[in-house]
């Protein structure tokens, strides 16, 4: 059995809070974390961009840089990459094989991958590391970690709120508890709420003359701090969430062009990924909350009078009726998909949610089946589980 096979075995332990175990594996590891500068991020909405835009950043700049982000989009190494490439396989094993070693029977398999890729980082010689949280930020199994250069915080609302509770206030504090030693940025798109807690922390926002200038199928212009910006990316939470990464690359001291370079070279497979095939427009977004599909809504607006379908599932955790709410009116067929997921929504409750916000729904058996019987603009979304089947459904017809 492998490493991997193993790590998923400790999987089956479920989520258990806390940076104990965490900490405990990285020092008898010799705390490779401390042999890195890192960058750790946490929020709601945004962490993957923000990660892949430093990424690209001090890959620019000439850095050698590891990246740790959640959950698996393609594959589950694509989580972890150094240069924006995923790790090879049997080095992954080499440094997670140590890591699982060094574990004790408590350890988790997030606990074992945190302090593996870490150790990873260490062993091939990278100088930075982008952290993204998994859940929360201050139990978070990252949150064990060493030498943070910078905290950043991108947009934050409510989510997981079994586990992080049911007010604003109280993610909130779960968010910031990753500022530890370090100086915190701040994504500027906010709620009010949540924008003056970080604000009492002293936190750096990244709000200096930020102008949104335009969005198509091609990027996303913007203005910061009197400079302009593309990304490729396309939206206006995806500006803010460059400002973001500009503001913490600054505080890396990051020179201007790298910045530039950067933010230019960003894309991020899954977030609002558009993609061109068999005459139709695809638009692949794992967004599953209620703020995170207000970006959908404004690019599916765009389209005007166009045909839109959407292929739609759902976690039985996540607001059904959030989510669907901000897409109303806009689709004129729905595919309702079971995600492959033992956390999946039950059939009946996802499709009666549908039925609930639009006229015409139908249950698929697969993402495929749906993709098969759509055209015009299809938008896959809800879950990053559905993100995997439609790429690849998607890329062997491009």
Same mark, same amino acid.
């Given at each position: 059995?492998? +490493?991997?096979?193993?790590?998923?075995?400790?999987?089956?332990?479920?989520?258990?809070?806390? !940076?104990?175990?965490?900490?405990?594996?990285?020092?008898? =590891?010799?705390?490779?974390?401390?042999? =890195?500068?890192? +960058?750790?991020?946490?929020? &709601?909405?945004?962490?993957?961009?923000?990660?892949?835009?430093?990424?690209?950043?001090?890959?620019?700049? #000439?850095?050698?840089?590891?990246?740790?982000?959640?959950?698996?989009?393609?594959?589950?190494?694509?989580?972890?990459?150094?240069?924006?490439?995923?790790?090879?396989?049997? +080095?992954?094993?080499?440094?997670?094989?140590?890591?699982?070693?060094?574990?004790? /029977?408590? $350890?988790?398999?997030? @606990?074992?991958?945190?302090?593996?890729? =870490?150790?990873?980082?260490?062993?091939? #010689?990278?100088?930075?590391? !982008?952290?993204?949280?998994?859940?929360?930020?201050?139990?978070?199994?990252?949150?064990?970690?060493?030498?943070?250069?910078?905290?950043?915080?991108?947009?934050?609302?409510?989510?997981?709120?079994?586990?992080?509770?049911?007010?604003?206030?109280?993610?909130?504090?779960?968010?910031?508890?990753?500022?530890?030693?370090?100086?915190?940025?701040?994504? $500027?798109?906010?709620?009010?709420?949540?924008?003056?807690?970080?604000?009492?922390?002293?936190?750096?926002?990244?709000?200096?003359?930020? @102008?949104?200038?335009?969005?198509?199928?091609?990027? &996303?212009?913007?203005?910061?701090?009197?400079?302009?910006?593309?990304?490729?990316?396309?939206?206006?939470?995806? $500006?803010?969430?460059?400002?973001?990464?500009?503001?913490? $690359?600054?505080?890396?001291?990051?020179?201007?062009?790298?910045?530039?370079?950067?933010?230019?070279?960003?894309?991020?497979?899954?977030?609002?990924?558009?993609?061109?095939? =068999?005459?139709? &427009?695809?638009?692949?977004? #794992?967004?599953?909350?209620?703020?995170?599909?207000?970006?959908?809504? @404004?690019?599916?607006?765009?389209?005007?009078?166009?045909?839109?379908?959407?292929?739609?599932?759902?976690?039985?955790?996540?607001?059904?009726?959030?989510?669907?709410?901000?897409?109303?009116?806009?689709?004129?067929? +729905?595919?309702? !998909? &079971?995600?492959?997921?033992?956390?999946?929504?039950?059939?009946?409750?996802?499709?009666?949610?549908?039925?609930?916000?639009?006229?015409?729904? @139908?249950?698929?058996? /697969?993402?495929?089946?749906?993709?098969?019987? /759509?055209?015009?603009?299809?938008?896959?979304? #809800?879950?990053?589980?559905?993100?995997?089947?439609?790429?690849?459904?998607?890329?062997?017809?491009?």
């Amino acid at each position: 059995m492998s +490493v991997f096979e193993d790590i998923a075995f400790l999987n089956k332990k479920g989520m258990v809070f806390g !940076v104990e175990t965490t900490r405990r594996i990285l020092d008898a =590891l010799g705390s490779p974390d401390k042999n =890195l500068k890192i +960058v750790h991020i946490a929020g &709601t909405n945004g962490k993957g961009s923000i990660a892949e835009y430093i990424t690209r950043i001090l890959i620019a700049s #000439g850095k050698r840089v590891g990246t740790f982000s959640s959950p698996m989009v393609e594959n589950y190494f694509d989580q972890f990459r150094i240069d924006g490439e995923p790790v090879e396989e049997s +080095v992954l094993a080499k440094y997670f094989g140590e890591a699982y070693s060094a574990a004790d /029977s408590v $350890a988790t398999g997030f @606990e074992v991958e945190t302090a593996g890729i =870490l150790n990873a980082f260490s062993g091939e #010689g990278c100088e930075y590391a !982008v952290v993204e949280c998994g859940l929360g930020g201050k139990l978070d199994a990252t949150n064990a970690i060493a030498n943070k250069e910078v905290a950043v915080i991108s947009s934050v609302g409510l989510e997981h709120t079994a586990v992080l509770g049911n007010s604003l206030r109280s993610i909130c504090e779960h968010k910031a508890g990753i500022i530890r030693d370090c100086p915190v940025v701040v994504n $500027a798109l906010q709620e009010a709420e949540t924008a003056e807690y970080f604000r009492t922390l002293g936190a750096i926002f990244a709000d200096k003359r930020f @102008e949104f200038l335009s969005a198509d199928l091609n990027g &996303t212009h913007f203005v910061y701090d009197g400079e302009e910006y593309f990304t490729p990316m396309y939206g206006r939470a995806q $500006a803010y969430d460059a400002a973001t990464a500009i503001e913490a $690359a600054r505080i890396l001291k990051i020179d201007k062009n790298s910045i530039r370079v950067g933010i230019s070279r960003t894309k991020l497979s899954g977030r609002l990924q558009i993609m061109q095939a =068999l005459g139709n &427009t695809y638009i692949i977004d #794992g967004g599953h909350n209620p703020s995170g599909m207000k970006p959908l809504r @404004e690019l599916l607006s765009s389209f005007g009078g166009k045909k839109i379908t959407l292929v739609y599932g759902s976690l039985s955790d996540k607001d059904i009726d959030g989510n669907l709410f901000n897409l109303r009116g806009l689709p004129k067929k +729905v595919y309702a !998909v &079971t995600p492959e997921s033992p956390r999946a929504m039950d059939r009946d409750k996802l499709l009666s949610a549908c039925k609930k916000y639009f006229a015409d729904v @139908e249950y698929a058996d /697969s993402v495929s089946d749906a993709l098969s019987a /759509s055209d015009g603009v299809v938008a896959v979304c #809800g879950s990053f589980t559905l993100v995997k089947e439609a790429l690849n459904w998607i890329e062997k017809r491009l």
